[in-house]
């Protein structure tokens, strides 16, 4: 995607999960012996990294992925989804379940992209407004306080609040009236080609960065000044 065509972008729409925060290191063995412990379970380094091995195998197998369509309509339906995967990736009993659950929900344990807080905080100090749009099933306006940049948000629009998710148009049109900028001056920036993509149902401009991502490595989201050239003039977006 090049230069917009109509380059006065008023708001720009993010998702969450791989694209601002990183979803690749949510889990680690560390986090989830100390989580286990809590819960009266003991696990060493070994036995932690093969409770999370196993667990990621299942979540995201065919099945897992077709078992969770729809768990982000509420923070209910995403527990009984995911604690339910989560125990059959084991067998693993409801104390160990309840760790592994508790740790991929901790929105401490979701840490930003290292371009992320900059952006956000050039946006914000360009006047441009911005919101995120996530498919979740819990609230991750925490993590975005931890990393300091939850006041640059407008708007925070989450599946789970709204009983809607992507690639639903509603969602995007939701977001956009949060925004109070019309779909076409708003940039929807997300990574995956089918949720994120729809946003272009709705009439949004679209931006999606590569699937490709590792943990600590820049998410290529300073592109998104570029794409959007009227974004460089400070005081101009979005007042």
């Known amino acids: 995607m090049d230069d917009l065509p109509d380059a006065r972008v008023e708001a720009v729409l993010f998702d969450f999960s791989g694209t601002l925060f990183d979803d690749t290191g949510v889990l680690d063995p560390a986090s989830l ?4 412990a809590r819960n009266g379970v003991h696990l060493d ?9 196993r667990t990621l195998r299942h979540v995201d197998s065919p099945e897992g992925f077709a078992a969770r369509e729809g768990c982000d309509l509420s923070p209910r339906a995403h527990r009984t989804t995911w604690t339910t995967l989560i125990a059959d ?15 991929l929900t901790d929105p401490h344990a979701w ?21 995120v749009l996530s498919n979740i099933g819990w609230d991750i ?12 948000l407008h708007t925070v629009v989450l599946s789970c609040e709204h009983g809607i998710a992507k690639p639903d148009p509603a969602l995007f049109t939701l977001a956009c009236e949060r925004l109070g900028a019309p779909p076409g ?7 995956d080609p089918v949720k994120d993509g729809a946003a272009v149902r709705a009439g949004l401009p679209v931006y999606l960065l590569p699937s490709e991502r590792s943990a600590g490595t820049a998410r290529g989201l300073a592109t998104v000044l570029r794409l959007a050239p009227r974004l460089l003039e400070p ?5």
């Open 235 to 239: 005081g101009d977006g979005g007042r």
């Open 185 to 191: 001056r708003v940039l929807y920036v997300g990574d």
């Open 45 to 53: 380094p070994a036995a932690a990294a093969d409770v999370i091995r």
């Open 89 to 103: 990736a084991g067998p693993f009993a409801p104390p160990l379940v309840e760790a592994v659950y508790a740790c």
């Open 33 to 36: 012996a100390a989580a286990a």
């Open 111 to 131: 840490r930003p992209y290292p371009d992320t807080v900059p952006l956000l905080r050039a946006l914000r100090d360009r006047g441009v407004r911005t919101g």
């Open 141 to 152: 306006r925490p993590a975005f306080a931890r990393a300091g940049v939850l006041d640059t």
